[in-house]
Nanobody
Framework: QVHLVESGGGLVLAGGSLTLSCAAS????????LGWYRQAPGKQRELVAV??????NYADSVKGRFTISRNDAKNTVYLQMNSLRPEDTAVYYC???????????????WGQGTQVTVSS
């Protein structure tokens, strides 16, 4: 069993910063990818940022403002969000593609989501 637990969401003024964290725990053998997605009311869930073997990719809307990083020793991924805008308001979800112990199969896991609200 694997769990992803997010923290760090909240309310911030436009132009402010927040850092999200997501810790993975359980019977993890190896983590292939870690990422952050978000879903605003009435919209589809969208990719924000992903980190794969040290390489990062970002949605165009957050490039230059958000930074994704990971701490492999802690099985934790972070999302540093700067220069936040009202349109960044959404529920942010952590995502991991990983192998659990005893299997070669790659499975996808999601966190419970954390609300980020940016007021103008």
């Amino acid at each position: 069993q694997v769990h992803l637990v997010e923290s760090g969401g909240g309310l911030v003024l436009a132009g402010g910063s927040l850092t999200l964290s997501c810790a993975a725990s359980g019977t993890i053998f190896s983590i292939l990818t870690l990422g952050w997605y978000r879903q605003a009311p009435g919209k589809q869930r969208e990719l924000v940022a992903v980190i794969i073997s040290g390489n990062t990719n970002y949605a165009d809307s957050v490039k230059g403002r958000f930074t994704i990083s990971r701490n492999d020793a802690k099985n934790t991924v972070y999302l540093q969000m700067n220069s936040l805008r009202p349109e960044d308001t959404a529920v942010y979800y952590c995502n991991a593609n990983l192998r659990t112990t005893g299997t070669a199969r790659v499975s996808t896991y999601w966190g419970q989501g954390t609300q980020v609200t940016v007021s103008s």
